[in-house]
């Protein structure tokens, strides 16, 4: 059991990185618009089906 | 001469495209391609042109039909040329490093994806633009230009698609700020939920029989990841605790707050005095589930965040200044001066007060006095700002501007009501203040009383066990949870809630007040008879020729028969004719030729207060057909007011009109004489709404804010003047007052589950203190009750909540 004083740090060193690219990702604004980027991808569909029509 | 009389009901359809309710008559009514005898609706332009691309060939030739069908801009492309000034880009929109500008647009009547894919199609229509980027919860789009590229060229682009575009000052410091908050809030709950799990996993090892020394490493390190949940996760329920002991009162934060140091440092007293007694994990769980429930809550309220861009908005607009050496000029309203002569055409808004030193026109003061008929002013009269200037250019001499206007100074009055307005204690806050002296009043006793008779060790034990489990979660959680699921639901709805306790007020009231025009009334003219004198087969040929004269002209009257001939005789209209010596008579009408024909379009009795006015077209001096015009009642407003009855509600009629108008109104949407208050102006209506107590005022424009503000819910109705959106606490941003049964229901409902879960709660709370008073209850047998009772009231407001969305919306 001894490899846990080991890998338990190695796993929370893990998991802090998921929260620092949380943090980033938050801060670089990828949350800030929720409700247009459901609908843009959407339209894009749409639009390639006009273009190969 | 067979007199002919059409009148036709208003209704409801469904926009063809994106399945948007659409009140027709409506001017985006066209004939539908597959089959000309049906007529099909949409409720944008942008909606049609969609609908448009996909039903025909391409888009080019989209623009083609569009330029070729009238391509009736809405204004000229020389209003935006202020937006390539010099002095207009370095202020508002600098050079990047790149060498690009970006600004951003208010857009009105964006509506759905249809409107999103033809606004971001922009840098496909104009060269000049590297990016379009739409907001639509907010109704934003964010353009960036190149160095070629023209504020104005995009403006008009815009505005000839149909979505008027507001210029947003660059972003304001407060929207930096909220920008800021809303990110650091996200951090918080994030870290939180990241932190937590960890300690959960370590928790659940102890739990499962790890001891000696790999259990004490679990534990420091459970100890470690709390130190950033209780540090910077739970921030602000320290801030909100200091606050609300600073100013004397209880919150339902200062317990939570109490709870966690106290018991954050009982676990580390624990952790180094050897004992065991620690539970890090409910407590980051604890502060995790509370963030996640406020932020949760503060979403569902941004959806009405557009409201408060409209401050911004007011200084958005351009207007036309005359130099003194008569060179005309374009400027920001806020730069006007006293004494600067301004040009204000027909269509336009004053942007200032001031007095008319040339030329003579009809204006629109209905933001100001309610009046819904046109006034005649001319040269020495004074005009308002906000009012309207309906019938031909005038030159007006400043007086005041800004905040020294009329409605400036209004608009300063009613900020002042609001901020002095009596804070409603809300039921919630109420209970928890008792709840929450018993609890203290408890815990100090318990530790006093263990203290006295075991140790120091006990009585903290026991008394941070009672704190934790009879933390306020029906208060804390269930709470805010209820009122934002019905929150979230009404803003789907069309209902903007702006803060949470309106919701109670909403469900307390006992009478509601109506206001006439624009709100159970459409607050337009609109045609209600056709009676033509001449043959129908003679009468087609004048079609286009009437259209076309009606079409020049701002005034109400013209605009009513432009939008009927559009409805009715679409097949006969040609956008290409040409007027030629038009001409506009204050008060009295237009007139035009038209090819060989010589065109007026009059007044026939200008009975003013007559619910319905008469006017009347006619050809070589010739009457060829009488138009009735009324302000029309709302389809759906007379079932509405049967619903409400239902709800035992007194329902009350309020408009500045004169008796006759709100009588026959009234009866239609089937009110009593007693219940129809007339010729009130906007003092009195604030008294009278003041004087109901619990009232509900619905209403739009500056003559009505004061008494949204008197009355204990105010609710705006959209088609409504921005200024009202800024006193009211519920914005219904559907027409007419069809979400209003919804509302309150959606809101006496809400108020019943979280009086059933304090009620869950409590009794709760009542068995589990007596349980750790006997010693029942230790820490840890209280970190699984909290959580169990937690769920217990979720679980009865989701079921509760869900239940009213299937049986009401």
Redesign the interface.
Known sequence: ?EV??LL?PFA?LL?GF??AG??WS??SGH???L??PA??I??DE??EE?END | MVPKQRHFQSSLKLCAHCQLEVVVPSYLTVADDNDQSKEIVFCCNGCRAVYQILHQEGMERYYQLKEAGGGQAYVSADNYLFLDSEQFLEQSAPLNNQGERELSFYLQGVHCVACLWLIEQLPKVDNGVVLSQLNMGQGVVRVRISRDGLFSKVATTLDRWGYRPFVLSSEGQLEKLQKREDRQDLIRVGLAAGCAANIMLFAIAIYGGAAGDLGRYFEWLSLLLSIPVLTYSAAPFYRSAWGSLQSGTISIDLPIAIALVVGWISGLWQLLSGGHHIYFDSLTILVFLLLTSRLLLKRAQQRGMKLSLFNTLFGGGHIRKEGPNGAVEEVLPSSLLIGDVMLVAAGEQFAADGVIIDGSTLINNSMLSGESCPVKVGKGEMVYSAALNLDSEIKVKVTASGEQTRVGQVLQEIEQGLNQRAPITKAVDRLAHYFLLVLFSLATLTFIFFLWRDDLATALLRSVTLIIVSCPCALGLATPLALTRTISKLAAEGIIVRREEVLERTSQIQEIFLDKTGTITYGVMQVVGWEESVPSTQMQEYYAAVYMVAKRSNHPVSQAITSYLEEHYHQWLDGRLMVEEFSEQPGEGSQGRVGEYQLAIGRIDALSGAALSRSGVSIDGKMIVEIGLTDQLRPDSTKIVSQLRQLDLKIRLLTGDNREVASTIGQKVGLTEDEIYSEVGPERKGEIVEGSGAGLMVGDGANDALALTKASVGVAVKGSVEMGMNVCDLYFTRDGIRPLYRLIVAAQETMRIIYRNLAISILYNLVVVVLTLQGVLNPLLAAILMPISSLTVLLSTIWGTGKLRREIF
């Open positions: 059991m846990l004083y338990v929370l998991g998921f929260i949380f943090i938050v801060k949350y800030d618009d409700e247009t609908h843009r959407l339209i749409q639009e006009i």
